[in-house]
């Protein structure tokens, strides 16, 4: 019946639907969502031991009815009878997909047929699908635990939303990647479509519609924040007032790139397709409160023991309270977590527990247009596997997706359509489908299949883009913002040398410090080195060069000028500075930095990282944005009201000539000398002349060196 429903509500038009919205939720939700609310009340004031007493209670029905309708435990019967649930538990055998998928009427109810159930799948991370079946009140169910965790952010179900996951959408016009679902005051927004040309459009609906809450998967709204951040468009603007994260695990750079961006509280928990622990943040602290009407919690180590102490790390098995279809009994998820005392100040007395691991982890595959979308968006829940024992994601190159199938002999080319339709309804033309029978697909030594198999250089989420992030030590801090912003002017930015006269000034500049501190048998790093102009003049100049950029078009147009050349000791490199580590290159007698350092978040880090590259009397030239220009200040002005110039919204840091001096000295390298450049056409003529180039040139260049 839940399934005839769900499909009769997908089938009408939207414009249908809305009278729909206008129900009381718990109306539409039914008696089972209205009887698990009720309990939250209890439950949340209860004590330790009322906490207790209520899942043994509970734990007792579940045992007393497997024992009477399940096959693999009618055995057990008599040890139900005689000990106290929470004590019989204990000779219950552990089981796990594996034990399931091999023998699955074994773990089916006698009345199974008079039970009213749907089937449905886990999401099949791992690369083996299990096929399940729940009660057809399991989705009230779930959702009504659902909301009462996010109660604790202030969410109510009258409450607009935004929601980034894996949802089917219909055909939508160009330009539209989004869709209204009323039941749940949402707009449904494509992940597959995110990527840097159609982020804009996100972002102005977004705006429009000024949802109250965010929910979807961390990897989707760490992308839409980081967005934000590098246009440094206003938090207000949204109003959200928390992110709701699940699905996948939060990473704590996820978690402060969004909270900046919304300026609202990220909230996460811990869930997964079987349905038996299901454990959310309080208002006080990150850690997961395991729901206690929700199913039974336990922590065992490698040899299948117990853990009962505080601070135990161990596999997560649950137990579950409320499926009767298929009642799934000491499961073991092959997630781990460190056990957490109950005692927390938000005053519940609930199971706890934290630091999880295996749970959803966020590989990434590259769509066409850049869009980086997650495993868990990518997961199908429905029939489409049914003929494959298992599966892996694999890619090596953007936009195509080989998905490696060991098939189950009745897997034929009805099998392949069905596949490849499945993942055309989700990711539109983002990403073109291959299926690909395999004849294995090897385990990992912990017997898991890895997900995905990806050769591409950085195939992660965009979490791990650093706009405005702690980063571990030894990295340069850059977002990706400036990156994509310089690989689309590529070509535009390399003829500037030739054509401009500012540019021409700048090169002009520059040769003669690279000219004065380079030496025939020293060794050079040009760090951000664009299209190369400087990189193949200190080539001629120095016996090696080391030349770094992240936009792989600005390399392209590197190497096609090194071939012209003949030079041969230049070394181009496509690195994302964001993640060099001090002992990447040896130690170098002269770095150039043109350009770079106003992109990045963390200036002081990126210093040291840059002194600490260079050898003793080791020579550093870099440029700033000189913030002492009334041009800048005229230029910043107008930004805020006009948003141009473009490249601008991706500037972090402009600085004088002294503020910078001051940093450099923190760091272990005097200034020997500076200079501005960068005329502004109508104060520089007249205050250069005056001596008052600081206040009209537009940048500067310092040369420091290593004591």
């Not at 159930?117 to 096929?131: A, C, F, K, V, Y």
Request: charged content about 25%.
């Amino acid at each position: 019946m839940y399934t005839f429903w769900r499909n009769v509500y997908d089938a009408v038009p939207s414009v249908l639907k809305i009278p729909v919205g206008w129900l009381p939720f718990p109306l539409i939700a039914g008696h089972a969502y209205r009887e698990t609310m009720a309990r939250e009340a209890t439950l949340d004031r209860a004590t330790r031991d009322e906490v207790r007493a209520f899942q043994a209670a509970a734990l007792g029905r579940m045992l007393a009815f497997v024992c009477d309708q399940v096959p693999a435990y009618r055995s057990l019967r008599a040890t139900v009878d005689r000990l106290a649930p929470l004590e019989a538990i204990k000779a219950f055998p552990f089981v796990d997909k594996d034990a399931i998928q091999r023998d699955l009427p074994k773990y089916l109810p006698r009345d199974f047929n008079r039970i009213r159930h749907h089937e449905i799948t886990t999401g099949g991370t791992s690369g083996n699908q299990l096929t399940l079946y729940a009660d057809d009140n399991w989705h009230s169910i779930e959702l009504a635990f659902i909301h009462r965790q996010w109660k604790r952010v202030g969410y109510t179900t009258r409450c607009s939303k935004a929601m980034f996951r894996g949802v089917g959408f219909g055909k939508l016009p160009k330009g539209c990647y989004w869709q209204r679902n009323p039941i749940y005051h949402e707009w449904q927004y494509s992940p597959f479509q995110m990527n840097p040309t159609t982020l804009p459009a996100y972002v102005r609906h977004l705006q429009r519609c000024r949802p109250r809450f965010i929910h979807g998967y961390p990897s989707a709204v760490s992308m839409l924040a980081q967005f934000i951040l590098a246009e440094r468009i206003p938090p207000k603007s949204f109003g959200v007032r928390a992110a709701l994260l699940g699905s996948e695990g939060v990473y704590p750079d996820q978690r402060s790139l969004i909270e900046n961006a919304f300026d609202a509280k990220v909230y996460s928990w811990y869930g997964h397709s079987e349905r038996l622990i299901l454990g959310g943040e309080c208002e006080k602290t990150t850690a997961y409160h395991m729901f206690p009407d929700y199913g039974y919690l336990e922590f065992i180590d490698k040899n299948l023991n117990v853990l009962e102490r505080e601070g135990d790390v161990g596999e997560l098995v649950g137990t579950t309270f409320w499926n009767r279809s298929l009642p799934l009994v000491r499961y073991r998820t092959d997630d781990f977590a460190r056990r957490l005392g109950h005692r927390c100040e938000c005053g519940r007395n609930h199971d706890r527990f934290d630091q999880t691991e295996g749970h959803r982890k966020q590989d990434c595959i590259v769509g066409k247009r850049g869009s980086r979308i997650s495993v868990a968006a990518l997961n199908l829940h429905g029939p489409a596997f049914n003929h494959v024992v298992r599966y892996q994601y694999y890619q090596n190159t953007p936009g195509v997706l080989e998905i490696r199938v060991i098939t189950r002999p009745e897997f034929g080319d009805k099998d392949v359509r069905l596949l490849q339709e499945a993942y055309r309804r989700k990711v539109s033309d983002e990403l073109d489908v291959i299926i690909r029978p395999v004849a294995d697909i090897p385990l990992t030594p912990r017997g898991k299949c890895k997900a995905v198999i990806s050769e591409l250089d950085d195939p992660r989420p965009p979490a791990a883009y650093a706009q405005i992030t702690p980063l571990p030590e030894g990295r340069i801090a850059v977002s990706s913002g400036p990156v994509e912003w310089h690989t689309q002017i590529a070509a535009e930015f390399d003829s500037k040398y030739a054509a401009s006269e500012s540019f021409k000034e700048r090169f002009a500049i520059w040769a003669k410090l690279i000219d004065k501190y380079s030496r025939s048998d020293g060794s050079a790093l040009d760090l951000g080195c664009g299209s190369g102009i400087f990189s193949l003049y200190l080539a001629e100049r120095n016996r090696s060069v080391v030349a770094v950029d992240a936009s792989a078009e600005m390399l392209r147009i590197c190497e096609e000028k090194q071939k012209r050349s003949g030079l041969n000791n230049v070394a181009f490199s496509n690195r994302d500075i964001n993640r060099l580590e001090p002992s990447w290159i040896e130690k170098v007698d002269l770095i150039i930095c043109s350009s770079v350092l106003e992109y990045l978040d963390d200036l002081d880090r990126s210093l040291t990282l840059l002194a600490s590259s260079l050898k003793r009397d080791g020579v550093l030239i870099l440029s700033m944005p000189n913030r002492r220009s009334l041009y800048r200040r005229v230029e910043s002005l107008a930004f805020r009201f006009t948003r141009r110039p473009r490249y601008y919204r991706y500037v972090r840091h402009l600085c004088t000539v002294d503020e910078i001096e001051s940093r450099l000295d923190a760091v272990g390298l005097k200034i020997q000398e500076n200079t501005y450049y960068g005329r502004s056409p109508l104060l520089s003529p007249l205050f250069r002349r005056l001596g008052l180039a600081p206040y009209s040139d537009n940048l500067f260049v310092v040369v420091a060196r290593r004591a």
